[in-house]
């Protein structure tokens, strides 16, 4: 060290293993040959391991690397830790992640920003089912180089024909994966050899060092698949004079003059200019963040991708994706989520969830929903067409997450395969006959009452008075009663958290069917999912949907029971009963809630009536 | 394929934050502390608006104690580039009169850092603060995310943290919660000295050494910044060739005996450093997961 490393380039790296395979130590012993425990540093180590360490006597490398104090209790590595150390050759970023089935989501997360994965395997064990799931991560999330240490040599006498075994079957096993280069080494993690110099008790091994490869792997040959691409992330317009779109470079190399296309929308013009504060550029890089001008007036806003006009890239609002799920909360078909892809921020919802991968034998499963660290390959649908492309070819444009749109908790990460292209193809009907014509025709502004509700809080009682209320003052309106509907369309849905919104999304449409045609629709239905409402409520025009609480409390509307079904969810004869053992999320900021304890029916009706013809 | 070097790399990274930030949270501000990270960071911040400036104030968050040279520094820099910056001062805390040299400062710092930042921050209606902490500086950070996030009491809570895959930053949040920003979260000690020697960027003289008034005290070396020490029995004020590696509240960084006067030999010291800059850090040495615990509570 002590050399010039400012052009010294950076290696990321992901570490996996089991527990206990050895990989804090190896960590520890990589940052501990590097020189960089300070003498505090060193000097907490050796109190730390006194005092939680596992090795009697000696040093607990594990100890430097475990950092938050409930995993240092349980001596369990749990969430994603990085770490920095750097030799005379290359700065090295190290993700660390622990290795159990219950933690593949952090483990998808190191490895999404790494360059090379080093899987450890205990040479005592083998290949075991978890050293199979770490590689197939390791390959979904797009990592081409793997180096396989195998460790605690020391504690099988360094034996090559047990070293020798364990490779040969581990190569078998990953040949279907395709990785771009596969390098396995024998180490003693706690002892240090193999690891920053050659081990002299292995002179049969005359492959590199762990670190004499991650000094020398080469990982950026053969990533410009495609041609540059600039997602948008911050539109600058310091003055009148000047107007840059700021983003990071993707996939190629972006250069002056360049003939470009702005996407999704598909305005054509060239790179006037590649602004930084170190001065104009010629060409930027991939990786490079830079602010580009463009000769015309095209409109670019924030999320749209700037790319090379002689490549091709996909605009679609369907695409198969593989899903990694990373939330507690389950996936349910049909719910919307909010998807951020580059710097695109867009409504997207799984339209055909078509298998699981068992992470242990890759076997593919039927699913319908998934669960925190399920992989899934499904089909998504978006409220629009992003410009997308498959992430083998482009990470950046290739990857994104899910964000539950009430917690706002990150659902899930994904990387798409392709897009399907069925969605462009099909044109739509075109009718000269619109919405608005319908609407004009009958005197009216179409909308919809969405009344939501505990059952027996009197949601039926009151549409019904609006309904002839209406029908009295001349409109045109139409009902939709939640038991009517489940009669007949949605006959086949049951009450699970999944046919509940499946229930819900075919009411909306049809609601949506009968506004386009010019209707006041009046829904009524328990819809207990506040997403769900949002759906409906983002299926309709800005002021077209009135979502009205009906509400009474439980205590009430169980008093009440008008039709014995609380009686009979109480005594456990209805599953799945909202407001027993099915949850009802009230609205936030409803256009109007009528409290049924304080109101009568009809005074209910009357200012459900007056709220809709303000707006009329 | 031209491969970016690794402060390039770094330099990149952190301007992408930057701009997802300043794209997608309404208040944000740049948590301005004078040091050399924050050095760093406003530098970063200049060049990814570049030509523009930052949309954000800075905002220093004042404790009184800071060393006199830093508010120098600061003031004359936020004029030189032309920003806004807030400067923040707990008031009331003030009239508590807690002393950084009573018995640890922990309730100084308590009172006049984690307290006053949490009042700043709602008093902005900051949605967003941008701060310069960097993961290899201390144990508990090594799982920091880049965008943290902190429900509605400011705390951290390491359980609730979300994932963070590719660049790809999940910054929406319901009204009242906040995140912290963390650009830097990816560069080491070295990483910043280069990259500031590189780019030339100005840092405050007290990184270099320069004779300068100290006492000894339990170990560590303290630069009597005012009248306002005061020194106990057996003590004496000494000169002596200092520097700081980190900077804060005068009676709470230890100064080291150095000979750096340049970046580079700054640079050259910290290669062969043989303690982590945080020794520097009172506040860090009270128990093993100190700098976790002040987390949860909101320090930073
Ligand atoms: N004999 C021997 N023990 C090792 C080696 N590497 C790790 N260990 C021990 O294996 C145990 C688990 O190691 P640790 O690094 O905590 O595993 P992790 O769970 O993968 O992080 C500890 O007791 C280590 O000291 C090795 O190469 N040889």
Redesign the interface.
């Known amino acids: 060290?002590?050399e010039e490393?400012?052009?010294?380039?950076?290696l990321q790296f992901l570490t996996c293993g089991s527990v206990d395979d050895g990989k804090s130590t190896l960590i520890g012993r990589l940052l501990h040959d590097a020189k960089l425990l300070?003498?505090?540093?060193a000097a907490a180590l050796q109190a730390?391991s006194k005092r939680f360490g596992t090795v009697p006597g000696g040093l607990d490398f594990a100890l430097?690397?475990d950092?938050?104090?409930?995993e240092?209790e349980q001596g369990i590595t749990i969430?994603?830790?990085?770490?920095?150390f750097?030799t005379a050759k290359r700065?090295f970023?190290v993700a660390d992640s622990p290795g159990h089935e219950q933690y593949t989501?952090?483990m998808?997360?190191a490895a999404?920003?790494a360059d090379v994965a080093v899987i450890l395997v205990d040479a005592r064990q083998g290949i075991l089912t978890q050293t199979r799931r770490h590689c197939f991560i390791a390959h979904l999330l797009g990592i081409r180089h793997v180096l396989l240490c195998v460790n605690k040599m020391d504690l099988v006498d360094y034996d090559q024909v047990v070293f020798e075994a364990v490779r040969d079957d581990y190569l078998a096993f990953q040949a279907t994966l395709e990785f771009g280069s596969v390098t396995a080494v024998p180490v003693s993690a706690l002892r240090g050899d193999n690891i920053s110099r050659k081990s002299d008790e292995m002179p049969w091994y005359t492959g590199p060092s762990v670190i004499d490869f991650l000094e020398s792997v080469q990982v950026?040959?053969g990533?410009?698949r495609i041609g540059a691409r600039l997602p948008v992330?911050?539109v600058?317009?310091?003055h009148a004079d000047?107007r840059?779109f700021?983003?990071?470079v993707a996939a190629a190399?972006l250069s002056l003059g360049q003939a470009v296309v702005i996407e999704p929308d598909g305005g054509q013009t060239r790179i006037a200019g590649i602004?930084?504060?170190?001065g104009d550029l010629d060409i930027a890089?991939?990786?490079?963040?830079v602010?580009v001008t463009l000769a015309d007036a095209v409109d670019v806003g924030?999320g749209d991708v700037i790319r090379d006009a002689e490549s091709v890239m996909q605009t679609s609002d369907q695409v198969q994706a593989h899903l990694i799920w990373?939330s507690a909360e389950a996936m349910i078909p049909g719910r919307q989520y909010?998807i951020?892809?580059a710097?695109r921020t867009a409504q997207a919802w799984i339209s055909d969830l078509k298998y699981k991968i068992n992470v242990n034998t890759l076997e593919h499963v039927a699913a319908k929903t998934l669960e925190l660290n399920d992989v899934a390959v499904c089909n998504l649908s978006f409220d629009r067409r992003l410009a997308c492309e498959p992430y083998r070819d482009c990470?950046?444009t290739g990857?994104?997450?899910l964000?539950d749109k009430i917690t706002?908790?990150?659902a899930a990460?994904g990387m798409i395969d392709f897009s399907l292209r069925r969605a462009r193809n099909l044109t739509r009907q075109r009718l000269s006959l619109n919405k608005q014509v319908r609407a004009t025709a009958l005197g009216q502004k179409p909308a919809i009452l969405w009344f939501t509700g505990l059952s027996g809080a009197g949601k039926s009682t009151i549409a019904n008075i609006v309904a002839r209320k209406l029908h009295l003052m001349g409109r045109h309106a139409y009902m939709l009663d939640g038991d009517n509907v489940r009669h007949g369309l949605n006959r086949d849905l049951g009450f699970t958290d999944a046919a509940r919104v499946e229930n819900i999304r075919r009411i909306a449409e049809v609601a949506r069917l009968f506004v386009d045609a010019g209707l006041i629709v009046i829904v009524s239905a328990i819809s207990p999912f506040r997403s769900d409402r949002e759906m409906a409520r983002g299926l309709m025009e800005a002021g077209e949907f009135f979502e009205i609480h009906i509400d009474a409390s439980l205590a009430i509307c169980e008093s009440r029971d008008p039709k014995g079904l609380y009686a009979r969810a109480r005594q456990g004869e209805i599953k799945n009963f909202t407001g027993i053992d099915s949850p009802y999320e009230p609205p936030a900021q409803p256009e109007l809630r009528i409290d049924t304890d304080a109101v009568s029916a009809d005074a209910a009706a009357d200012q459900i009536i007056d709220l809709l013809e303000r707006s009329q | 394929m031209n491969a970016l070097g690794n402060l390039q790399r770094l330099e990149s990274e952190s301007i992408h934050i930057l701009r997802e930030v300043a794209a997608s949270f309404e208040r944000p501000v740049l948590m301005y502390s004078i040091g050399k990270d924050s050095s760093v960071l406003l530098h970063l911040a200049m060049k990814a608006f570049h030509p523009g400036k930052p949309p954000f104030p800075l905002l220093h968050v004042d404790t009184t104690w800071k060393f006199r040279d830093m508010i120098a520094f600061r003031d004359q820099r936020v004029r030189e580039l032309g920003l806004d910056l807030i400067v923040h001062i707990n008031r009331e805390g003030l009239a508590l009169g807690h002393s950084p040299l009573d018995g640890g400062g922990g309730r100084h710092t308590d009172v006049m850092k984690t307290e006053a930042l949490k009042q700043a921050l709602g008093l902005h209606k900051t949605d967003c603060a941008i701060g310069g902490a960097r993961r290899d500086e201390e144990k508990s950070r090594a799982k920091e995310r880049v965008m943290s996030f902190r429900d509605a009491h400011h705390a951290w809570n390491p359980r609730a943290q979300r994932p963070e895959l590719w660049s790809l930053y999940n910054c929406r949040i319901n009204p009242g919660e906040s995140v912290r920003a963390f650009p830097l979260s990816n560069w080491t000690e070295l990483d910043v000295w280069r990259y500031i020697r590189d780019q030339d960027i100005p840092v405050v003289p007290l990184y270099f050494a320069g004779p300068r008034p100290v006492v000894e005290r339990d170990g560590q070396l303290i630069m009597v910044d005012d009248a306002r020490f005061t020194l106990r029995p057996g003590e004496e004020i000494r000169e002596e060739n200092v520097r700081f590696r980190t900077l804060g509240c005068y009676p709470l960084t230890a100064a080291i005996r150095s000979e750096a006067r340049t970046v580079d030999d700054i640079i050259a010291e910290t290669l062969s450093a043989r303690t982590s800059e945080r020794q520097g850090r009172i506040i860090d040495h009270d128990q093993t997961s100190s700098m976790e615990k002040k987390k949860r509570e909101g320090y930073f």
């Open positions: 060290m002590g490393t400012t052009s010294m380039d950076l300070s003498e505090d540093q730390d430097l690397v950092g938050l104090e409930a240092r969430d994603v830790a990085y770490r920095y750097t700065s970023i989501r952090n998808a997360t999404s920003t950026n040959a990533i410009c992330q911050w600058s317009r310091p000047f840059g700021a983003g990071t190399p602004s930084t504060a170190d890089y991939p990786g490079q963040a602010t924030r990373m909010r951020k892809l710097a990470r950046e990857a994104f997450i964000i706002n908790e990150t990460a």
